[in-house]
């Protein structure tokens, strides 16, 4: 029998399983804990399809496939945008309406989102060895994550592999050699602007358009996972002040420290030498 024949449009997304995941924990319930649940819910959702796209970013420039990877970077700024304009929507909740509900929160945190965690690492981000709560040993962004947790190794994973640019060097490096110890680096350890690359990519800039168009698409992305960052630190401040975040970081105030931190540094460095 085939069962593809008995396939509905509710059976195939999981509608009644996705509509069960909203469970709100107010009195009530409070009215704006739904749209606090929903939009966070879909955020995941869309840094899993990121990570999806991302992986799939990475093969094609290593394979030097101009094409497919513009179709792909394309998409997920694309993304982006949207991620930054379900804030809008966020935004329509007062403070006096987020705080009818925070406290159910407790100590759960964006801090604690696994994927986009595992997206900073993908991109580059390489953060030191900290003292986790319980005092041991952690690994930095992946320290507010349950040790030994999949998640947690998920994103320890991520950092122990190439990020996003190791991929586009490889790229680079199809279309004129670049220092070829930067295609051996410990991939482990975070990137640091090079400045022999930066001529490299300057006269690839100049002669060779394809590598052009990768270059300017890259930054689409870096300036949209900023412009997502403001805003995210913005709806904080107007929702919470600087009141401290509820997974005890200094909320809106570390958000706002992680702004301005180029995911590829010599991509902006080298606008001021054409």
């Given at each position: 029998?085939d069962?593809?024949k ?15 995941l ?26 899993k ?5 991302v ?19 394309g ?22 309406q ?15 989102s ?13 953060d ?11 690994m ?14 998920r ?65 689409d992305f ?30 809106a105030?570390y ?20």
């Amino acid at each position: 029998m085939d069962n593809n024949k008995h396939v509905t449009y509710i059976s195939y997304l999981k509608v009644d399983e996705l509509l069960e995941l909203q469970q709100p924990l107010s009195d009530g319930p409070e009215h704006d804990e739904l749209l606090f649940i929903t939009i966070h819910q879909v955020y995941e959702l869309w840094f899993k399809q990121i990570l999806h796209e991302v992986a799939a970013l990475q093969v094609s420039l290593e394979q030097g496939k101009t094409h497919r990877s513009m179709a792909l970077l394309g998409r997920i700024r694309t993304i982006m945008k949207t991620c930054v304009s379900q804030l809008d929507i966020l935004e329509t909740m007062t403070p006096l309406q987020f705080n009818s509900f925070r406290e159910r929160l407790t100590s759960a945190s964006g801090f604690q989102s696994a994927q986009f965690r595992e997206l900073e690492a993908v991109l580059g981000r390489r953060d030191q060895a900290g003292a986790t709560a319980d005092g041991k040993s952690g690994m930095g962004m992946a320290e507010h994550l349950i040790e030994g947790s999949p998640a947690r190794q998920r994103v320890e994973n991520a950092m122990g592999r190439k990020s996003l640019w190791d991929s586009a060097l490889h790229f680079f490096n199809s279309r004129k050699p670049i220092p070829a110890l930067l295609l051996t680096r410990d991939v482990t350890l975070a990137w640091e602007p090079h400045e022999e690359l930066q001529e490299v990519l300057i006269d690839l800039h100049r002669n060779d358009p394809e590598v052009s168009m990768i270059g300017e698409a890259l930054i689409d992305f870096d300036e949209g996972l900023q412009e997502w960052r403001y805003r995210h630190v913005k709806m904080v401040e107007r929702t919470i002040g600087r009141k401290m975040g509820s997974g005890g970081s200094s909320g809106a105030g570390y958000l706002a420290s992680t702004l301005f931190n180029p995911v590829f540094p010599d991509l902006w460095a080298i606008r001021s030498r054409f």
